[in-house]
């Protein structure tokens, strides 16, 4: 059997779907399989998951690739895995789940965010972390446990990210990652937790949760048997723990190339910006907002600016539509719509209705944290119909873009951009004229996948670094650069100075609606 014929799984467990991906050793995509994701939101803020549930779901997207990739088990050279960030997964006794997971997405911790934001230890811990607080988070999440709920974390051995879990389910170890690890209870700089942190969050007492580090570009451990069953694989065959999904994504689709660092936005549910750095060359801001995440390359980090939600905006708004037409009898499936997009946009005509695209029912975190942030349209007249009104959500998600970036420095030069979303030029020319920066589409389907099947690249020694990986990987898929616009740049200019005016002095009304909502009796 030739190199050629060997493969390896990134399996990318993400918010709406998980998905399992074989390569070849050169970064060739060969097949991919997929099960949707399931989770459950309630009135309180809540946004649970089931552990055991997405466990069966990961194995069932693996034993799907096995179906559609011939000898899948005997030529799998190693299987790494990502999954989306933030939240808390809690295992107890004998690995058993302690309770469903509270995921990134779960604004129950927002008042024990708002308390430990205002701590005197808190800069500190900022500084450490380089990380703002907010309720996605797991410290912020156990933090809240521990003051509301601390029967849950009396019964858990372990605090655990969705990736942890699932590797727990592949290898038996109870680890995490880097970046994860040094983002929510540590340092960037060490990648290692940091007793600051762990202070200032109080959970000096719960320090026995945190489990070991493990690089997964360096260490990879063997699959099970009783997983090797689940799955379809061989047991034995190595196992890799991927970082946090927001930068596989990044790491495979260019956020790095060339051995330069550059900036990513990926257009997903949620909207990740983020710029590749030295750990030296990170500015911390005053506000203490935002992430550094490290990247399985030594000495390099990104630091990341995050909205909460990017494409569920489009996806309201879709959702406002199909209603709409279904009440008028002419149901439409909502792919059907989203094709519709780019046309309508094309429809309206460029002006300065402005949408804030803070939809999520967690507020906004990045680049300002408000947990009561709402989204909302300004500057609507008689004349503005529902193109028009589509036009300002995709400029919305644009506008959301350059904020993040100017909480980062200066604008990137070029801008590399992956997700769903991107697949529309609307979109595309919107993120470049709001940014004022050519746009590189990375051609790769599956970025996230592809990134963490990088790291496991790295850790079974087909590359000897993570730079001469990427040189196969992911360079030679960047797309040519889209130049922006020079009259639109000039519009999103202004659009910008009136974007950060509202939502500056959005903040009051906000807080007062939130009240107006706790307020309001039941079935009022
Ligand atoms: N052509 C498009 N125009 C605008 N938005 C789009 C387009 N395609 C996808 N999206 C947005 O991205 C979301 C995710 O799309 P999807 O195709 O499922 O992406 P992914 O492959 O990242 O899962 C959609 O629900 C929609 O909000
Ligand atoms: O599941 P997706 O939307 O790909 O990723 C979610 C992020 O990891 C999350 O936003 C972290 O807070």
């Excluded at 997405?54 to 559609?68: N, P, Q, Y």
């Excluded at 604004?107 to 808190?122: D, E, I, S």
């Excluded at 607080?133 to 990210?161: I, K, S, V, W, Y």
């Excluded at 589409?441 to 000897?464: D, F, L, N």
């Amino acid at each position: 059997m030739t190199s050629t014929e060997k493969i390896i799984i990134g399996i990318d467990a993400g918010t709406s779907v998980i998905k399992a991906v074989a390569f070849d050793l050169s970064g060739r995509q060969i097949a991919t399989a997929s099960v949707r994701n399931r989770y459950t939101t309630g009135d309180d803020g809540s946004a649970t998951q089931s552990l055991d549930q997405t466990w069966l779901d990961c194995a069932s997207a693996l034993r799907g690739l096995g179906e559609k990739v011939p000898d899948l088990a005997s030529r799998t050279a190693a299987i790494a895995v990502t999954g989306q960030g933030d939240g808390t997964w809690l295992v107890g006794r004998g690995n058993m789940p302690v309770a469903d997971a509270w995921l990134w997405l779960d604004a129950r911790a927002a008042p024990t965010v708002t308390a430990l934001a205002g701590g005197a230890q808190n800069r500190a811990r900022f500084e450490a972390t380089g990380t703002g607080l907010n309720t996605c988070q797991q410290g912020a999440q156990l933090a809240h446990m521990d003051r509301f709920a601390p029967d849950l974390l009396d019964r858990a051995e372990a605090a655990l990210h969705c990736k942890d879990w699932l590797y727990l389910n592949l290898t038996g170890l109870r680890a995490t990652d880097p970046s994860e690890a040094s983002f929510t209870f540590g340092n960037f700089r060490t990648r290692q937790y940091d007793a600051v942190v762990i202070e200032a969050l109080g959970l000096d007492h719960r320090r026995g949760l945190l489990p070991e580090i493990i690089d997964g570009s360096e260490t990879t451990h063997p699959l099970t048997s009783e997983a090797a069953k689940a799955c379809g694989l061989l047991a034995g065959t190595p196992v890799c723990l991927g970082y946090v999904d927001m930068v596989m994504t990044a790491l495979g689709a260019g956020v790095r190339s060339g051995a330069r660092n550059a900036a990513c936005s990926t257009i997903g549910s949620t909207g990740v910006h983020l710029r590749a750095k030295s750990v030296a060359d990170v500015q911390l801001n005053r506000e203490g907002t935002g992430y550094v995440i490290a990247l399985p390359i030594p000495g390099i980090v990104t630091q990341v600016q995050t909205n909460m939600g990017a494409t569920i905006n489009i996806d309201w708004i879709i959702d406002v539509a199909a209603y709409l037409m279904a009440e008028a009898g002419k149901p439409a499936s909502h792919a059907d719509l989203i094709a519709r997009i780019d046309g309508w946009f094309a429809e309206s005509r460029p002006g300065a209705v402005l949408y804030h695209p803070y939809i999520s029912e967690a507020g906004e975190r990045g680049p300002f944290v408000n947990a009561n942030a709402r989204a909302g349209f300004t500057g609507l007249s008689m004349r503005h119909g529902f193109p028009d009104l589509l036009r300002s959500v995709v400029e919305g998600l644009g506008l959301a873009t350059r904020d993040c970036y100017a909480a980062m420095g200066a604008m990137p030069e070029e801008l590399r951009v992956t997700g769903g979303a991107t697949r529309s030029v609307a979109l595309r020319r919107s993120l470049s004229a709001a940014v004022n920066a050519p746009i590189r589409q990375s051609r790769r389907e599956e970025t996230g996948a592809a990134g963490v099947a990088m790291m496991a690249a790295v850790a079974v020694g087909v590359y000897s670094s993570m730079d001469d990986c990427i040189a196969d990987w992911v360079t030679p898929l960047l797309g040519d650069p889209e130049t922006p616009d020079a009259s639109e740049a000039h519009r999103f200019d202004r659009l910008f100075s009136a974007y950060t005016d509202v939502r500056q002095a959005m903040a009051p009304a906000w807080d007062k609606l939130a009240e107006a909502a706790t307020t309001s009796p039941v079935g009022a």
